[in-house]
């Protein structure tokens, strides 16, 4: 929507989640599609996304050869960025089902599957290690990670979190987390409350609620507890100015959700 609908030049150039998926031609029809009314949330998801492939892009220059995605759904970064993911090796961590179905779609549409790039499907359900299910796919705890989690942790519980911390936490020194967090209703901006309150709503209904909420001090000192001794907060209003800052002729990002940046 950000690239049908939005200015450019866009902060994210990404049309291959909807090719994956081929929605029906009035997709743009859906109330939680209405350009105007989401147009805050596309674009605090959109400049949440370009940080995290500006972040990755940054330690691949680094040297960092291993991108964990937690919750991947349809990350686009391995069909979009081949010159840059091909240098890596990219785990794609989620639930078979959908792992299942983003392998046949790659597939049908002629992306493929390359050796470097590894779906790992793990059944949360049936309680299956997502540590234990990504050594076994090649990931090689002693190298340099990436390790990034995006719109999750709201759905989690608070041990569910700090044990992935706590995860993280025992890699190689250098390995970097890159996680968001849902704020507290209470710090949200004003004009954006009652967007959160919908989103939430929505969530329950779907039978996903947001069950986890945290403030930046919270999270940083779960970082810390867990292992991980280099942390910052990056505001939801930091990422709108670095990638929406100045312009008059797009959407403002809503607030609600920041991210922890830990490393080893």
């Known amino acids: 929507m950000h690239v049908q609908v939005d200015p450019p030049p866009h902060v994210l150039d990404d049309e291959v989640g909807l090719r994956l998926l081929a929605p029906d031609t009035n997709w743009r029809s859906r109330p939680d599609m209405d350009p105007e009314s989401t147009s805050g949330f596309r674009a605090a998801i959109v400049d949440r996304a ?95 990670a990436v390790v990034v989690s995006t719109g999750v942790s709201h759905y989690l519980t608070r041990e569910a979190t700090v044990a992935t911390l706590r995860q993280v936490a025992g890699l190689a020194e250098g390995t970097t987390l890159a996680m968001t967090f849902l704020l507290p209703t ?3 901006d004003d004009s954006d409350r009652s967007g959160l309150e919908t989103s939430e709503q929505g969530a329950k209904a779907a039978g996903t609620p947001f069950v986890s909420f945290y403030t930046p001090a919270e999270m940083v ?44």
């Open 50 to 144: 370009r940080f995290i492939e500006d972040l990755v892009i940054e330690q691949a220059k680094l040297g960092v050869t291993q991108y964990v995605i937690l919750g991947a759904g349809l990350d686009t970064f391995a069909q979009r960025r081949p010159e840059v993911a091909a240098k890596l090796h990219v785990f794609e961590v989620d639930q078979p089902g959908p792992q299942a179905w983003k392998r046949r779609r790659l597939l049908e549409l002629g992306y493929g599957v390359p050796d470097w790039l590894h779906l790992v499907p793990v059944d949360f359900e049936a309680r299956e290690s997502w540590w234990n299910k990504l050594s076994d796919t090649g990931f090689d705890p002693t190298r340099l």
């Open 186 to 188: 209470a710090l949200v």
């Open 221 to 264: 000192s779960l970082a810390h507890e867990a292992g991980l001794g280099s942390t910052r907060h990056v505001s939801g209003a930091s990422l709108a100015e670095r990638y929406f800052g100045g312009r008059t002729d797009g959407p403002r990002p809503s607030t609600g959700e920041d991210i922890l940046v830990a490393s080893l």
